[in-house]
């Protein structure tokens, strides 16, 4: 009998599947090191990943972003909503995003526990060159009025190609 590593493994490297439903699935960091391994890897096909619901941590975020940062990624459309992130995390997947080599341009962040904490950084995300951000969701946060007066100056910038901010 298989392991849930060891099936999810064989998935992403045997399969081809260009969307993952990956939620409520109780992922943690271990199962992040699967997701970047093939995100990094030549022959992955994967554009659509649903990882909602899950545990998955800094350190697994960590490990996303390393798969986000690859040239080989493909990854159009990434939902982490009801994880636990906060401020810290999503902190973390920004540095992914500003990579010129992210392709990413659909971002779920509902109900991630954020707060105006992390507004600028997403905010310097928009105003990025490299981000291809066009749908951001942010519902269901703790953002007060000065994380949306910082991501307001993002979305003013001329590089910000954000179309839908929920």
């Not at 096909?45 to 990882?51: E, G, Y």
Request: hydrophobic share 35%.
């Amino acid at each position: 009998m298989l392991s849930f590593t060891s099936y999810l493994t064989f998935l992403f490297y045997n399969v081809l599947i260009l969307l993952y439903r990956l939620n409520r699935c109780d992922l943690r960091e271990k199962s992040c090191e699967i997701v970047a391994s093939a995100l990094q890897s030549s022959n992955s096909p994967l554009r659509d990943l649903n990882l909602s619901y899950n545990n998955l941590g800094d350190s697994g975020v960590k490990l996303l972003c390393a798969g986000l940062m690859s040239p080989n990624c493909k990854l159009q459309r990434l939902d982490l909503s009801y994880n636990n992130l906060g401020d810290s995390g999503v902190k973390l997947l920004c540095a992914g995003l500003m990579s010129p080599n992210c392709k990413l341009q659909r971002l779920g962040l509902g109900w991630c526990n954020l707060t105006e904490g992390c507004c600028d950084v997403l905010a310097s995300v928009l105003r990025s060159p490299h981000s291809e951000l066009s749908d951001l969701e942010l519902r269901d946060n703790e953002l007060q009025d000065s994380g949306v007066r910082a991501l307001s100056a993002g979305l003013e910038d001329p590089h910000c190609k954000l179309q839908r901010l929920g």
